[in-house]
């Protein structure tokens, strides 16, 4: 029993950030179609070759940075500011990520681009989870999730509610992180994501114990098992 309990959580670690940045593809902002401009083709190259060639990713967003600042284009430098900080916080280089993610979200907030507002505030508040400013991150999660509310984005809304959770729970409010946990496992639910239930599962599990609720543990923890093993 105690190796399988053991065997959901190194699942878990090796799973959560592919879970996440799974689903924020998945869910990427819907526009409208607009006429096609040379930024957001920059844009896009940068950041589909990042994880292979992070050099040329690089220069493709400093290309992209030089059009911008010759041209007003908004949504083109949102996108463009918001890479930046993805790549500034994947780096490890936190405060030039925040330096990043501020300026998009004044430029969305002055322009009313609501979902990459919403996307913004994700990735800040990944940023104070690796800061360890986890009363910063609640706030910025909880800010994103009020969008992705608002603009019914369910595959969103379940990633927000397991960030809030595991903040909840950094910060020793298992009961709250309990709450946002069993939001989660119905999101998943509904949505039919496996490794979110994984996710929420095993999330569930550990805050259980920590409440001391044995049994309850040892269940949501079979439950992450039998969840991850599907999407094997």
Not at 23 to 38: D, G, I, S
Not at 142 to 156: F, G, P, V
Not at 172 to 177: D, P
């Amino acid at each position: 029993m105690l190796q399988r309990f053991s065997y959901v959580i190194n699942l878990f670690s090796c799973l959560s950030f592919l879970l996440l940045f799974s689903n924020l593809n998945a869910a990427a902002p819907k526009e409208e179609k607009k006429a096609f401009h040379p930024v957001d083709s920059l844009i896009n190259q940068s950041g589909k070759c990042y994880y292979t060639d992070r050099a040329r990713s690089h220069l493709l967003l400093d290309s992209a940075f030089k059009i911008l600042s010759k041209e007003d284009y908004p949504i083109g430098l949102v996108h463009a500011l918001a890479n930046q900080g993805n790549y500034a916080r994947q780096e490890g280089r936190l405060d030039d990520a925040i330096l990043a993610l501020d300026s998009s979200l004044n430029i969305c907030k002055r322009f009313g681009f609501k979902r990459e507002e919403a996307h913004n505030y994700l990735q800040l508040g990944m940023v104070e989870t690796a800061l360890n400013h986890n009363a910063n991150s609640l706030s910025s999660y909880q800010k994103s999730l009020a969008i992705w509310e608002a603009e019914k984005d369910s595959a969103l809304i379940g990633i927000l509610q397991i960030q809030l959770a595991n903040g909840y729970f950094n910060l020793n409010a298992y009961e709250e992180s309990m709450a946002y946990f069993q939001k989660a496992l119905k999101t998943m639910t509904l949505n039919g994501n496996v490794y979110g239930l994984g996710n929420a599962y095993h999330g569930a599990a550990a805050v259980a114990f920590q409440l001391k609720r044995n049994n309850e543990a040892k269940q949501y923890a079979y439950q992450a098992v039998d969840a991850f093993e599907q999407v094997k």
